[in-house]
């Protein structure tokens, strides 16, 4: 089973570079628009915020999190209603609180036990897994806070977690489309930001996905065209698979 701990270091990081680029801000720049419509920055960090407490409550206290499912059930648009009432506070307060509780989250995900699966709102998933999920959101929020700022982050091997991710629910998109998984395995072969290539499934697959691995989790978190992306699909299942893939749960946002 993989150690969390790696993992939990890269979200730490990945953390540190987003706050890095909204600590600075006045506070009228934090209403500023993101490219997810009606999302400014401050419900950007707010649903960061919101998504940190919930897995934190997951690792801490199941039946309160079992609480938390019921109440997402009762209520379709939790994801966009929580964004914006934590969007409201005030951004000092909205900052500090993100940081208060991402450290909790990172120190807690660091003490789950070997073997255990964590409830979310899909199938229950490791501490590494969790882990993952949130690099993944982290990512993927923070680019979208970058390009409301006009600003360019560098990109790092922490890529590796969101591309693995990202071939792993390859599946999981047909599923959310209902469409039947191909049984055909493909060959994804990526170019690491270090010029390492990152690579999954056998070699001489039919299907195959190759290109930049930066494009590819744009790709898979639904973040850019993929018109403007260097990613190559060969075989028309690995064709079809890059115009519905997707790392995150639930149903892709407005324009992505």
Known sequence: MADAGPIVD???????ELDSLVAPLPPELWASPTPAPGWSIAHQIGHLLWTDRVA??????????????ADAESEPDFVDSAAAELAACPPDALLADWRATRGRLHDALRTVADGRKLLWFGPPMSAASMATARLMETWAHGLDVADALGVSRPATNRLKSIAHLGVRTRDFAYTVHDEAPPTSTFHVELRAPDGQTWSWGPVDAAQRVTGSAEDFCALVTQRRPRSELDVVAEGVDAEHWLTIAQAFAGPPGEGR
């Open 56 to 69: 934190l409550i997951s690792i801490t206290d199941e039946a309160r999190f079992a609480n938390v499912l």
């Open 10 to 16: 890269d979200l730490a990081a990945e953390s540190a």
